[in-house]
Nanobody, 122 residues
Framework: QVQLVESGGGLVQTGGSLRLSCAAS????????MGWFRQAPGKEREFVAA????????YYADSVKGRFTISRDNAKNTVYLQMNSLKPEDTAVYYC???????????????WGQGTQVTVSS
């Protein structure tokens, strides 16, 4: 069992930056692939970024490539999402997810966090 708690969301102006954190419980964190997804009002939840259990493989949605960076610290049981050059269309609830497979699709995710709101003002 893995429990995930996100933090770091908030209100930021266009062009600004935020860093999201996802703290995981359990001693098996380092064996899970981790991912970030987001859901805007009235839209489906979508993939943002993912990182393999070792941190050796990284994946990004085209819409965030070059602006967002995913990383993990297995010693701290934490995964991060550094978000730069934020745009109003990045406004959403951001969810952390863990999966036996590196989670790039909803069905890859075994565990979810509760989400953290990110709002980008124009």
């Amino acid at each position: 069992q893995v429990q995930l708690v996100e933090s770091g969301g908030g209100l930021v102006q266009t062009g600004g930056s935020l860093r999201l954190s996802c703290a995981a419980s359990g001693r098996t964190f380092s064996t899970y692939g981790m991912g970030w997804f987001r859901q805007a009002p009235g839209k489906e939840r979508e993939f943002v970024a993912a990182i393999s259990w070792s941190g050796g493989s990284l994946y990004y949605a085209d819409s965030v490539k070059g602006r967002f960076t995913i990383s993990r610290d297995n010693a701290k049981n934490t995964v991060y999402l550094q978000m730069n050059s934020l745009k109003p269309e990045d406004t959403a609830v951001y969810y952390c997810a863990a999966g036996q497979m590196t989670p790039r699709k909803l069905e890859d995710c075994d565990y979810w966090g509760q989400g953290t709101q990110v709002t980008v003002s124009s």
